[in-house]
């Protein structure tokens, strides 16, 4: 059972989108929880990295970013706009010793 050994020490870096409804701070509590029930990765670190939300316009078809302005166009105010990135959670990397 060698698999035991190589999650003793795992780190995970998970790219968490700007607008993708996780919140960082609780993420990180609840895998600080976490750790303490299972011995195996107590010794886990977690890194978050949030990855910035992007708008496209269909009508000038320019991006800009969702946070800042929304769903409305800051260039030509079109609300024909959709949302190329920016709400996806995904596990970056994982490292195992």
Request: proline share 6%.
């Amino acid at each position: 059972m060698h698999e035991l050994g190589i999650i003793v020490h795992i780190t995970k870096t998970l790219e968490i989108g700007e607008v993708s409804t996780i919140v960082p701070d609780y993420l990180t509590d609840c895998w600080k929880y976490y750790r303490k029930k299972f011995p195996l990765i107590e010794h886990s670190e977690l890194k978050i990295e949030i990855l910035p939300a992007t708008t496209y316009c269909e009508d000038c078809r320019q991006t800009y970013p969702t946070v800042e302005f929304g769903r409305q166009c800051p260039y030509c105010k079109s609300p024909n706009t959709y949302l190329v990135c920016g709400d996806e959670c995904n596990i970056k990397e994982i490292e195992a010793q």
